[in-house]
């Protein structure tokens, strides 16, 4: 669909738009439902509901976008969208966390437009084709350029998605929306992020050009630094939302790490000659499917115990699993998927990830990032697992201390619901993955 | 990847001995738990393990194996955790920690292994199925890049790691003296006789298939497996004298006896012997049954008198022929007495040991370096020899105190001696049959135990046709090394814990528990909660910052907001500055006044006098320019007149 002649705005859903769309379906309207209980006593109800819905309808534009100008257009609008998510509670807290998401985006964007505006001029057209438009003749005429141009656009873009060093805003603002909306910005929006590298490098660009370039090295080299922090200062983050944020910006560059090792190596031929994209790739889609639906059940998860009980910090929650134990038996079965112990859809992606940056054959990194995803994969369990630990074991001196009657506070359906519903996905993911797995393979043919 | 099974004959002989001790242990629990809130988890938690065991032991390849070791470790820190004291949660958090950081090293060491047999063999239906994995290291230095053996290795070495934890192999073992003890009786029975072998049947995995001595060219993993053995066996049997607690002896008892497996693997590698790993299999075989029966056992006690110390329960095995007999046939089982089947199975390991002497003796004289000198592998011997003895003192230690001596406290002992209904019927069926296996298979092992590793011999690649295989179980030699064992064990029990470890008329046990020797306290928790993390969060915390901190920098740098023009309230800034001046030297004035004693009158505002003084000065000014410019105008008006006056009076 073109909307102008002047200004090319198209649309076009092709099955990795789909994938993420189908994703931002499935969280915005869990969250959706969620916050129809969790808004129900907060102020501002109307103006959450409608940048609600407005960001989950620019999320769809974004990733029916077909071409780079429509997909900037998008992209612009959806943080314009987002903004009044954060700055929901109108404190001045809020307010600075809100204008730090503001300027990172805008300035993250500015790099992406700085991308487009010389792949104007050296590409033979802006739309996404699978292999993208730049001809090879030209990138060996302006090679040093081009490479910068690369390197913006992922840093442009990787601003979005929490890649180190421009994630600052992420742990700020993410935590300070009312939780429907952490969920969405944490499982969704950064994806968007992720979506504009896919799309700028793969669709545009043509992504097997940066093979073995400086750019890759640099790419790798910020989402290992990435993934590590995230889990480190996770690990150190004794609030429950704010740990969930850091956990976001690691997790989110375990797929720039999968989508950085797979340069020049999108596909691979099995024996019988079909084509099928490499395992690295595989694994970075996979991961964004099972990290957006298992971050947005802790989000959620997090905001019905903020709701029920008031805590907010992870020592206060000592005993919360006798409280809500359908609530905490998610949370556990999500944060396994978060760890990657099988059987979750966690589990699945960070083979695929792994095995696959062992097969690309990139001195150095082929080792050290599987390393690195481990290490964070153990932080993550010292992170995740705590929670579980102390509110289902909360030790004898806790269970001395309190009466059974005061015990239940489980959400009603309208929280429990969403929640499972998301949890269930996750463990549908690691348990029947080979459909999932067919259609990404499709995808970068 | 999916997942594969496998059904051969040592698989199926694990899962049916998984089964037959999940029966025993669940027949136990339903007694045991009787009185225990919270029963709906432990027994969803059994039944979750038992599956995830089952998976484990029938997998058919490692990716398999490794989603089925995660669940059944994650699931059974139910059972550790399970009573929530403080101990038991802090030897759970240990429990789950090493179960955690051993299942994420196996998975680094399960994907380089794939990486390898992918660069080996390409695109293969099954590529972690351990037949494939037969191939791979002996042909990766023909085949692949020179860097793959070394690839293998370091996954060998990685899962390697991951199995010897959940087996309990030193320097891992640390969780099995803390986790067994404090879970229910029925699940340490579980944890020590079966999940410890699933970490067992990795590490033969690995020894009998990828690193096999068919297709080595190297002894180094061989070996590692020996050593590694060598020091579990004997720390563990250390351990286990000093303890007074009748669960940690027998959990202390277990990381011995998995070291006598380990040292049979690899012994059994190291010369190419049938003896030792078929010791090594019915040692596995035999040490699930005893620690089955022993753990049911100290159970049985728990749950009648809730003590576990030996001070405690002393005596209170006296007058029950039936716990006594069941607990004597696992305890001299285990402690290899000729006639039951654990003789047999070490035998078997010791034979093997004495073989790789005389091997390694025969390759040395004839001037050919082995890995192991001939030195080493007598040290090895006599090693195995001491801790066959330490394992009978130990036993015969619980034996005595439990069984035979009477409690200090002859009121208590009276009380013991009344107790007729300890156990009910079924548990007491149940420990009878699982008791009476023992001696049977003893007896008859030239049919029983022969069977087995004549069954099991395919799946661990036994030779059946090798010289040596199984042809001699009571032959004079082998007696001789169990009859050492044996005079060694009498030798530390009465020597040295009669003696030295009780006090000095012999009524009570001393706690020499060696506290100081907790690997865990002194080097991992330190290392792991507060070295590392220390560390990693500075660095991490500067590279969060840093942005923040440029732009921070930049806000008070070059883009610093300039500085709004404040407004005074009253007078101009000269009027203020000379105030605040005038201000300050008076205060100084006044304090030296007063330092003088000199009354002082109300202070100044020398600002808003100033500044009234200049309103006034202004207003005065504003009156004296005023009245000089009307002064002025009329003096011109008068000079213009004046003028004027002139000009008409001079020209006309």
Redesign the interface.
């Known amino acids: 669909m073109k909307l102008l002649t002047v200004l090319p705005l198209q649309f076009h859903m092709d099955p990795l738009g789909a994938i993420f769309a189908v994703l931002t379906l499935v969280i915005f309207i869990s969250s959706g439902v969620f916050s129809l209980d969790y808004m129900k006593e907060e102020k501002n109800k109307r103006s959450f509901a409608v940048f609600f819905v407005l960001s989950m309808f620019t999320e769809l534009a974004l990733c029916a976008a077909s071409n780079l100008v429509t997909f900037y257009l998008c992209y612009e609008l959806l943080t314009v969208m987002s903004m009044p998510l954060v700055i929901h509670e109108r404190s001045a807290e809020a307010k600075m966390a809100a204008l730090k998401y503001l300027f990172f985006s805008l300035f993250g964007a500015y790099g992406a437009l700085f991308g487009i505006y010389n792949l104007a001029r050296f590409a033979s057209s802006l739309d996404f084709v699978l292999g993208g438009n730049l001809g090879s003749d030209v990138f060996a005429a302006n090679k040093g350029l081009l490479l910068a141009v690369a390197m913006a656009m992922i840093l442009g873009f990787g601003v979005k998605a929490g890649m180190?060093?421009?994630?600052?805003w992420l742990p700020t603002a993410h935590p300070i929306a009312p939780s429907p909306a952490s969920a969405a910005l944490s499982a969704v929006i950064v994806k968007a992020g992720v979506l504009g590298i896919i799309r700028s490098l793969w669709y545009v660009y043509g992504a097997d050009k940066l093979r073995g370039t400086w750019v890759q090295d640099v790419f790798m080299i910020l989402a290992l630094?990435t993934v590590?922090?995230g889990s480190?200062?996770a690990?150190?983050e004794p609030v429950l939302k704010k740990r969930l944020a850091y956990s976001t910006v690691s997790q989110v560059s375990y797929i720039l790490f999968g989508l950085a090792v797979s340069f020049g190596q999108s596909c691979s031929v099995?024996?019988t000659g079909l084509k099928y994209a490499s395992d690295a790739l595989t694994g970075a889609i996979l991961h964004v499917l099972a990290h957006g639906f298992i971050k947005a059940a802790l989000f959620l998860i997090a905001g019905a115990i903020i709701h029920h009980t008031g805590a907010t910090r992870v020592e206060d929650m000592r005993g919360i699993g006798l409280k809500m134990p359908i609530t905490m038996t998610c949370y556990t079965i999500v944060s396994?998927g978060l760890?990657?112990?099988?059987?979750t859809g966690g589990?699945i992606s960070k083979?695929y990830l792994?095995?696959g940056a062992?097969?690309s054959d990139i001195p150095v990194f082929e080792y050290l990032g599987?390393?690195i995803l481990?290490v964070s994969?153990?932080l993550t369990?010292g992170y995740l697992?705590q929670l579980m630990?102390i509110g289902f074991?909360?030790?004898?001196?806790f269970?001395q201390s309190v009466q059974d009657k005061e015990l239940k506070a489980e959400p009603g359906m309208l929280m429990t619901v969403p929640i499972a519903t998301l949890t269930l996905l996750s463990l549908l993911m690691g348990l029947f993955p080979?459909p999932v797995i067919e259609l990404i393979r499709q995808v970068f043919i | 990847?999916?997942l594969s099974f496998a059904f051969d004959n040592f698989r199926l002989l694990y899962a049916g001995i998984a089964t037959f001790m999940w029966i025993v242990s669940l027949i136990l629990s339903a007694e045991y738990m009787k009185h225990y809130e919270r029963k709906g988890r432990y027994f969803f938690f059994t039944l979750f393990t038992y599956f995830a065991t089952l998976g484990v032991f029938l997998s058919g390849d490692l990716y398999t194996m490794?989603?089925f070791f995660?669940?059944m470790s994650?699931a059974s820190y139910v059972w550790v955790?399970f009573?929530?004291?403080?101990e038991s949660?802090r030897a759970?958090?240990t429990y789950?920690a090493v179960s955690?950081?051993g299942?994420?090293?196996m998975?680094?060491g399960l994907?380089?292994l794939?990486?390898a047999v992918?660069e080996v063999m390409?695109?293969i239906a099954n590529p972690l199925d351990v037949s494939n994995l037969a191939l791979l290291y002996g042909t990766s230095d023909i085949l692949g890049d020179p860097g793959l053996p070394h690839r293998i290795w370091a996954a060998g070495i990685c899962m390697l790691i991951g199995f010897g934890a959940k087996a309990g192999a030193f320097p891992i073992h640390i969780w099995l003296p803390k986790a067994h003890p404090v879970a229910p009786a029925p699940a340490s029975a579980l944890l020590s006789g079966i999940l410890t072998k699933t970490g067992i049947l990795g590490i033969l995995m690995l020894s009998r298939y990828i690193f096999a001595p068919v297709s080595r060219n190297d002894d180094m993993w061989a070996a590692i497996i020996l050593i590694i053995g060598v020091c579990t066996m004997a720390l563990g049997a250390i351990l286990a004298l000093f303890s007074v607690n009748i669960k940690r002896t027998l959990a202390c008892s277990s990381v011995s006896q998995i070291g006598f497996i380990l040292t049979g693997i690899g012994t059994a590698d190291l010369c190419t012997d049938e003896l030792a790993i078929s010791g090594s299999l019915l040692h596995m075989v035999g040490h699930s049954l005893f620690k089955l029966i022993l753990f049911s056992v100290a159970g049985v006690i728990f749950m009648n008198i809730h003590k576990l110390d030996l001070n405690d329960i002393r005596g209170f095995g006296r007058r029950k022929p039936l716990l006594n007999a069941i607990f004597l046939c696992a305890a001299l089982g285990i402690a290899g007495i000729p006639g039951l089947n654990g003789y047999i199975s070490k035998t078997l390991i010791h034979e093997g040991i004495a073989h790789l002497r005389m091997y390694t003796a025969l390759l040395n004289s004839s001037g050919i370096e082995t890995i192991l000198s001939y030195d080493v592998v007598t040290v090895i011997e006599w090693v195995f020899l001491i801790s066959g003895g330490c394992t009978l003192a130990y036993m015969l230690k619980l034996y005595i105190c439990v069984f035979i001596e009477k409690n200090t406290d002859s009121e208590l002992q009276a009380v013991y001696d009344e107790h007729r209904d300890y156990m009910n019927p079924f548990t007491g069926g149940a420990l009878v049959v699982s008791a009476t296996v023992i001696p049977v298979l003893g007896l008859t092992s030239g049919y029983s135990l022969k069977g087995v590793v004549d069954m099991c011999a395919d799946s661990l690649r036994i030779d059946t046709t090798a010289e040596y295989y199984l042809e001699h179980f009571f032959t004079w030699e082998c007696l001789k090394g169990g009859l050492i064992s044996i005079a060694i064990g009498l030798i530390i029990y009465f020597g040295i814990i009669r003696i030295c470890m009780m006090n000095d008329d012999r009524t009570e046990y001393i706690d020499l528990w060696p506290k100081w020797m907790d690997l865990e306290n002194a080097v991992y928790r330190p290392v792991i909660l507060y070295a590392i993390?220390f560390v990693?969060?500075v660095i991490?915390?500067f590279?969060?910052?840093?942005?923040?901190a440029l732009i921070c920098l930049l806000r008070d740098g070059i883009f610093k907001d300039s500085k709004q023009q404040e407004e005074l309230a009253e007078g101009n800034r000269f009027t203020y500055i000379l105030g605040v001046i005038a201000g300050r030297l008076s205060r100084l004035k006044r304090r030296i006044l007063k330092a003088k004693g000199r009354t002082v009158g109300k202070p100044v505002n020398y600002v808003h006098r100033f500044a009234m003084d200049y309103e006034s000065f202004k207003e005065s000014r504003t009156l004296i320019f005023r009245s000089m410019s009307f002064g002025l105008m009329l003096f011109c008006l008068g000079l213009v007149l004046t003028v004027v006056y002139i000009f008409i009076t001079r020209l006309w």
Request: charged share 15%; aromatic share 10%.
């Open positions: 180190w060093p421009m994630h600052a630094i590590l922090m480190m200062l690990f150190m099995n024996d396994l760890i990657g112990i099988p059987p589990f083979w792994a095995t062992l097969a599987p390393a481990l994969a153990l369990a697992l630990i074991f909360p030790g004898m001196a269970r080979e | 990847m999916k490794f989603i995660e669940a994650l955790a009573d929530e004291r403080e949660l759970a958090g789950l955690v950081i299942g994420l090293i998975l680094m994907f380089l794939y990486d992918l390409g695109n993390p990693l969060t991490c915390r590279f969060d910052n840093l942005v923040d």
